[in-house]
Structures are given as C-alpha cells and as structure tokens.
C-alpha cells in the first residue's frame, strides 16, 4: 500500500499505495500513540496474523491473486501481471483474516527484496478491498516486513512515500534522506529505524521458488 521498490519508480503511486487508504486513524486525523505500531514479535493480532510464505504454502495462490486485483484489476498499473524480476529473488509476506466469515483469507501482501548484502527495499504492499479499514493489518505488514529484513542482516530499510505521508512515517520511526519526483508526485526517499523495528528470529530460506 505504500512502498514502491525499484521497479515501480515508472508508474508512480496509486491511490491504494497511500496509507491514508488503510489507516482510517491517519486519513481522518484522530491521534496516534507510538506504542500502538508495537504489535507482537511475530506482528499477530486477534483477528489477523503475517507470515512469511514458502513455496509449499497453500497461502501463495492467495498472495498472487490479491497482489492481481489490486494492482492489475484495480488500479490498472500493469496490464496483465504485476509479477517482475524482482520476484525471482523477493520474500513475500501475507496477512491472513482468522474471523469466521474470512478465515484464512488473504487479506494483504508484501515484499521485501535485498538489492544488495545488508539494503532492502520493500515493495507491493496491498490490502485487499473489503478490509482497508481494519489498521491492523497495514501495521502488521509494516512490522512484519521491516523486523523480517532486520532479522537476516539488514542494515537500510527504505521505502518512496508521497510527500502527504511523510509525517506518518516519521511517527513511526521513518527518517525522509530525499526529496523525489515521480510521475509529477512528490515524494520522500525514507528509511526505517531499525533500532525500533527489533530483528524477528523467522528463519531465512535458503531458496525462493514462489515467483
């Protein structure tokens, strides 16, 4: 929902990138606590957790299909797949509804991509449609993705955020090291305290094979 990674710096941002979409508690200006974006070591809620997906999930077709709807059927930003080579070698992460109506629906995805030892981006960040204003899952995500790269030697996390943003990630601990143009759009080149986001003890996998 809000990070664009390298490849997406020629399509700008859409709407469902901001996290104004996600966090009503942002968008309509009520007040935020600092301790409220620290969830658990493994990012879990009462109603949604985050997980790191292996080939053999039985989440990955969910993962895929909701990244389609938002980014291909929804805002139109790719024409047929939003899949890229940078899939080869990304981590995806799902956020799975646990609710009796929903239980075990995919309702949000992330990527986080290590473009070289220790400097991650992350990168195609949605939450589905019908779920946008449950918070928790776009600070799951958040959470999930930074302390994940964090665990496996991260050293930068960053993330492009339009310049309406910016403010949000600061009270999360972001820091704007640039000011960028992209597609006419302000933005802030930000990087995560890691200091902040402690390193999750999930286990790297040895090889991708989800793309």
């Not at 938002?70 to 646990?98: K, N, V």
């Not at 195609?124 to 776009?138: C, K, S, T, Y």
Request: glycine share 8%.
């Amino acid at each position: 929902m809000f990070f664009i990674d390298p490849s997406s710096h020629d399509i700008g941002r859409s709407f469902s990138s901001s996290p104004a979409s996600f966090t009503p508690s942002v968008r309509w200006g009520l007040g935020i606590d600092a301790d409220d974006f620290r969830l658990s070591p493994t990012a879990s809620s009462d109603r949604f957790s985050f997980h790191l997906l292996r080939s053999q999930s039985n989440l990955v077709d969910g993962y895929w299909e909701l990244r389609s709807a938002i980014f291909c059927e929804e805002q139109h930003l790719f024409e047929e797949s939003d899949r890229d080579e940078l899939d080869s070698h990304a981590y995806p992460i799902a956020a799975i509804h646990h609710g009796l109506d929903h239980c075990g629906q995919v309702v949000g995805v992330v990527r986080i991509v290590e473009e070289s030892p220790g400097f991650w981006y992350g990168g195609r960040l949605g939450v589905h449609r019908d779920f946008r204003r449950h918070n928790q899952i776009g600070k799951g995500l958040i959470w999930k993705a930074v302390t994940t790269a964090n665990g496996w030697g991260c050293e930068r996390f960053l993330a492009t955020v339009q310049i309406q943003n910016v403010r949000f990630f600061q009270r999360l601990h972001w820091q704007s090291t640039d000011e960028l143009e992209i597609k006419g759009i302000s933005h802030h080149l930000m990087q995560a305290d890691l200091n902040y986001y402690a390193p999750s003890v999930e286990r790297r996998p040895y090889a991708l094979s989800v793309a």
